[in-house]
C-alpha cells in the first residue's frame, strides 16, 4: 500500500485561477516533505521542501503547507499560468535508513485552460 | 536545471535485444538513483549507488544491472528485453552527506518501449 495519497487524480482549472493539491502520509519516522513539479517528458523538480517543524513554506506563486500532527500537506497555486500544466508529486522522505527513503505519490495531473 | 543528462530519450526497440540507458551528471554528487515510472504510478527505486563501486538493488525488483566505474556516471543495462520493461526510466542524483535537506536532482528521463 502506497504511504503517500494524493488527491485529486487530476484537476482542470481555468488561467488565473487558484487551486490546491492534497497529500496524505504515513511515512514513520518522517523526516522531511518535497513537493515536485513533472512537465509532461521530464523529470520532476522541487518546488518547495517542509520539516518537520515547519508548516507554510512560499515559492512565488507556490505555497506548501504540513500538519505533521495529522500527516498531511497541501500545494496553493494561486493566479495560475499555463505553464504550470504539469504533474505535481508529494514526496515524503523518511529517517530511518542510511539512504533516507523517499516514498511517492501518484502525483495530481494539474491541466490549465486558457 | 539540475546538470544530470540522460541518453537516449526515446528508445524503441525489439524484444531480446541488450540495451543500455546511459545517465552522467556534473554536480560531483556520490548518490546516483534509477526509478522507473508508469503512466500514472508513483515513481519506484530500482537501483541505487552510494558512490564508486557501490550498486545496490531497490524496492522494485527488476531485471536490469547497473554499474559505476566513474563517480559522474550510472549506466542501466538490459540485457535481454522484453514488453514488460516498457517504462519511463528516471536518473537521479544527490550530494552524500546525511542531512533532511538533500534533495535528489533528476534527470529527463529515457522512455522505453519494447515491441
Known amino acids: 500500500k502506497n504511504q503517500v495519497e494524493q488527491s485529486p487524480q487530476s484537476l482542470i482549472i481555468l488561467e488565473g485561477k487558484n487551486c490546491t493539491l492534497q497529500c496524505n502520509y504515513t511515512v514513520s519516522p518522517f523526516s522531511n516533505l518535497r513537493w515536485y513539479k513533472q512537465d509532461t517528458g521530464r523529470g520532476p523538480v522541487s518546488l518547495t521542501i517542509?520539516?518537520?517543524?515547519?508548516n507554510t513554506k512560499s515559492n512565488g506563486r507556490y505555497t506548501a503547507t504540513l500538519d505533521a500532527d495529522t500527516k498531511q500537506s497541501s500545494l496553493h497555486i494561486t493566479a495560475s499560468q499555463l505553464s504550470d500544466s504539469a504533474s505535481y508529486i508529494c514526496?515524503?522522505?523518511?529517517?530511518?535508513?542510511?539512504?533516507?527513503?523517499?516514498?511517492f505519490g501518484r502525483g495530481t495531473q494539474l491541466t490549465v485552460w486558457p | 536545471e539540475a546538470d544530470i543528462y540522460q541518453t537516449p530519450r526515446y528508445l524503441v526497440i525489439g524484444t531480446g535485444k541488450k540495451i543500455t540507458l546511459e545517465c552522467s551528471q556534473t554536480m560531483g554528487h556520490d548518490k546516483m538513483y534509477w526509478y522507473q515510472q508508469d503512466p500514472g504510478m508513483e515513481l519506484h527505486l530500482i537501483h541505487y549507488?552510494?558512490?564508486?563501486?557501490?550498486?545496490e538493488k531497490g524496492d522494485l525488483s527488476s531485471e536490469s544491472t547497473v554499474s559505476r566505474i566513474r563517480t559522474e556516471h550510472f549506466p542501466l543495462t538490459l540485457e535481454s528485453a522484453r514488453p514488460s520493461h516498457t517504462s519511463q526510466y528516471l536518473c537521479?542524483?544527490?550530494?552524500?552527506?546525511?542531512?533532511?535537506?538533500?534533495?535528489?536532482?533528476f534527470g529527463p528521463g529515457t522512455r522505453l518501449t519494447v515491441l
Open positions: 537521479a542524483s544527490s550530494v552524500a552527506l546525511a542531512t533532511s535537506y538533500n534533495e535528489q536532482f
Open positions: 514526496v515524503v522522505k523518511d529517517r530511518g535508513s542510511t539512504l533516507g527513503r523517499l516514498y
Open positions: 517542509m520539516t518537520f517543524s515547519e
Open positions: 549507488s552510494y558512490g564508486v563501486n557501490s550498486t
